[in-house]
Every structure is written in C-alpha cells, then in structure tokens.
C-alpha cells in the first residue's frame, strides 16, 4: 500500500509540474500582428466580389474609433434593391448596431451612405462584422465586413 501511495504521488508531481517548465512552447500574442482578413480602411475601401458583383465599404474615420461618430459608404458596381446594414460583435455579442442607409441619387445610384456609433469593449481587440443586405432583380443576397474597432 505504501508503494501505490508513493507512486500515485510521483506520478502526480510528474505530470502536474512538468508543465512548468520555462522554456514551454507558448504563443505570444502581440498588437503588431495585422489579420488580413478583416478590412484595413487606412489602405482604403474594403472590397468583396461577391457572384461576381463588386462591393465596397469604406469608414471614417478609418482606424473605426469606438463610442465616435463613424461615416460609413457603401458602393455596389451594378443597381440593386432592399440594401440593409447592420453591425455586430463577431467574436462577442455587443448588441446589434443599425445602419440607416440612403442611396446617393443624384451622384451615383449605387452608393449608400450612413452612419453608426458602437460601444467600446475592455478586452482591447474588438472585431465587429458589418453585415450587409441586399437584392438584385428581385433575389435576396447578403454578405458581410469584419473590421477591427479603435484599430491604429
């Protein structure tokens, strides 16, 4: 019985502990690492083709500033209908954010133009996703934008 007790204990001193070793293969996480999937607005206008239609987002200010007024255009490259906009957290529910957009009639058809202010999160690296509908010839379609909030 002495025997088991001893090697119970050592086993566990062995498993447990031989994860506190320094030289661990652990991954650090840095600010300066840029995910090229999500929209870079300081390069310019975040462009999707989607079924072969070309859709562009652009904000400003462009490092999308949390709990600040954000001006956000919206340009399709043919006409289509019904466009909606919404923002959301990806990775967290932080509400759902509205976009009120309106067509720019008189100087291009199919641009939208609107505006949105979004609250700040206390983890530092808030991915939002603009999610955007829309119809052509009378078919639903939709797609969305992931950009990083307070992105500098």
């Keep these: 019985m002495q025997f088991l007790t001893k090697w119970i204990v050592g086993s566990f001193f062995i498993v447990f502990l031989g994860g506190c070793n320094p030289q661990s293969n652990t991954k650090t996480v840095t ?28 904000i400003n200010p462009v490092f999308t500033p949390s ?20 923002i959301e957290g990806r990775d967290m529910f932080m509400g759902v954010i509205p976009v009120n957009l309106t ?3 008189n100087s291009n058809p199919n641009h939208y133009k609107g505006s949105a202010i979004y609250g700040s999160c206390s983890s530092n690296y808030m991915v939002w996703r603009a999610l955007v509908n829309y119809s052509i010839d009378g078919k639903p379609q939709s797609t969305w934008f992931d950009f990083l909030a307070d992105n500098k």
């Design 103 to 105: 067509a720019e009639k």
């Design 31 to 58: 600010s300066d690492v840029i995910d090229s999937s999500l929209c870079q607005f300081q390069q310019g206008a975040c462009k999707l083709n989607v079924n072969g239609i070309d859709i562009m987002l652009m």
């Design 67 to 86: 709990e600040k007024p954000l001006s956000i255009d919206l340009h399709f490259s043919v006409p289509v209908t019904d466009v909606k906009m919404r």
